[in-house]
């Protein structure tokens, strides 16, 4: 597979304490999120600090209802912090608005989705071209076109004028992928992507992830696979809202 360009916006990647990086790109300080219920407030997150670098593949871990997927929406903006400090790709997420946090997350933030979530009338190319359009980047002809180079990156070229559903399941996440860098994002985040994923699948589609991290991304990845997690630069286990663990696993690391 050819290697992935990095962002317009990439920065050298820091070395040093894996959990410490001295210019975080995901910045999370004492997060706290609670969501409302009829029966009163329930606590997702508890005083959560989480800082990840450029070029950084992280893995977050734990059981279901841990909080992960929470950890990974309040990142995105899909969801707001309670309290604490929430600062992603240059953006302070806790005081922006609807409408800023929206273009942001356009720009900075590419989400791959456990199901896919792809249109199913829309061809593969075209579903790739989605957040372009949004986004209202480029002409059709330069939106087209890249949309066929990320898809050739994904090894998904052939593949460019049919329907989602009548490519197999790890075909999908690759197209996915494709679609979730779109727009040249500088932090990936993906929920349970090898989820509905064989064994041989998932590690590859895993693989992609870790050549983006190489390009200067930041990704962060949520997954059950301890095999999987254990290919990342660092594991981050999860347990009741908290992170009870942060550590460096030696893969992945870049030397300065």
């Known amino acids: 597979m050819p290697p992935f360009a990095p962002p317009s916006d990439a920065v050298p990647v820091h070395d040093g304490n894996a959990t410490q990086p001295a210019d975080p790109v995901i910045d999370l300080r004492a997060v706290v999120k609670d969501y409302p219920t009829a029966a009163g407030a329930v606590r997702a997150l508890e005083h959560v600090t989480l800082r990840v670098g450029a070029g950084e593949l992280v893995a977050v871990v734990g059981k279901s209802g841990c909080g992960k997927s929470t950890l990974l929406n309040v990142i995105t903006g899909i969801d707001r912090a309670t309290d604490g400090d929430v600062r992603v790709a240059g953006m302070n997420l806790r005081a922006a608005t609807e409408n800023d ?16 979530q792809l249109i199913s009338t829309l061809t593969v190319a075209e579903n790739v071209m989605l957040p372009m359009d949004f986004a209202g980047r480029g002409t059709l002809r330069e939106r087209s076109g890249r949309a066929a180079e990320l898809l050739e990156l994904v090894e998904m070229s052939e593949q460019a004028d049919r329907l989602p559903l ?54 962060v990845v949520v997954t059950h696979d301890p095999d999987l997690a254990g290919q990342a630069r660092r594991v981050v286990h999860m347990a009741d809202g908290r992170i009870l663990d942060d550590a460096a696993t030696g893969e992945g690391s870049t030397d300065a």
């Open 166 to 219: 009548a490519t197999s399941g790890g075909q999908q996440q690759r197209i996915a992928i494709a679609r979730a860098l779109a727009n040249d994002p500088a932090v990936v985040v993906a929920d349970e992507p090898t989820g509905n994923l064989d064994s041989a699948t998932a590690a590859q589609v895993f693989g992609i992830f870790a050549q983006l991290a190489e390009t200067g991304r930041t990704v």
């Open 101 to 116: 946090l929206a273009r942001w997350r356009g720009r900075k933030v590419g989400i791959v989705f456990q199901f896919f």
